[in-house]
């Protein structure tokens, strides 16, 4: 059973415009979120996260929004550019904060 | 500066062969992890360790063995390889537990065949 829950396989947007990525979760007590970027042939490497405390948090054009009570995330990207075109991972930690759990991802193509 | 590094990038094994992935970090961090991802899923933990000498198992653990004798080295030991065990393979770091403010550092990646 999926616990965290990445319902669109891809998404292709203009460059230019926004790209919105979401991701649910299905454990209430999940209180620290990552999102990750991941390139063809590399590892995953960090982007943006949010602490349960908060319901938003920017990085540049980066920004992820919280909803605790919906148990929803979702990943703003404004402006979207070509290099942004990867796959984005959402991702939790468990609730001993031993490990992260990932959705199955969601691949991001941002055309010009 | 390195971070996580693993090696090998790329491998091939025959069923029922054994081998090791090896994998170092130099940040000094107490917590280590592989993980695997199928095509198409996300990635599942095979087996983290908390610090030098303490392992303990993940989600997908079955077929495999891993060891944490230094700070640095956390190797991941395949043994009788199976095809259900073809995958790509990251090995990563954390200096604490999932706490606000920490965050998951991952390798390159490790690409294994078996056929």
């Known amino acids: 059973d999926q616990q965290v829950k990445q319902n669109s396989p891809s998404l292709s947007v203009q460059e230019g415009r926004i790209s919105i990525l979401n991701c649910d979760y299905t454990?209430?007590?999940?209180?620290?979120f990552l999102w990750y970027k991941k390139y063809p042939a590399e590892g995953p490497t960090f982007l943006i996260s949010?602490?349960?405390?908060?319901d938003k948090n920017e990085d540049g054009r980066f920004t992820v929004f919280l909803n605790k009570s919906a148990k929803h995330l979702s990943l703003h990207i404004v402006p979207s550019q070509p290099g942004d075109s990867a796959v984005y991972f959402c991702a939790a930690f468990n609730q001993a904060g031993t490990a992260l759990i990932f959705g199955k991802g969601t691949t991001l193509s941002v055309s010009s | 500066n390195a971070g996580v590094t693993q090696t090998p990038k790329f491998r091939i094994l025959k069923i029922g062969q054994s081998m090791t992935l090896q994998c170092t970090q130099d940040?000094?961090?107490?917590?280590m992890y592989w993980y695997r991802q199928d095509p198409g899923m996300g990635l599942k933990l095979i087996y983290y360790?908390?610090?030098?000498?303490?392992?303990d198992k993940g989600e997908v653990p079955n077929g495999y063995n891993v060891s944490r004798s230094t700070t640095e080295d956390f190797p991941l030991r395949l043994e009788l390889a199976a095809p259900s065990q073809t995958s790509v393979y990251f090995c990563?770091?954390?200096?604490?537990?999932?706490?606000?403010?920490?965050?998951?550092?991952f390798g390159e990646g490790s690409w294994l065949t078996v056929v």
């Open positions: 940040m000094n961090h107490n917590y």
């Open positions: 454990n209430s007590m999940f209180d620290y």
């Open positions: 990563a770091s954390s200096y604490s537990a999932g706490t606000s403010g920490n965050t998951i550092y």
């Open positions: 360790s908390v610090g030098a000498g303490i392992t």
């Open positions: 949010i602490s349960s405390i908060k």
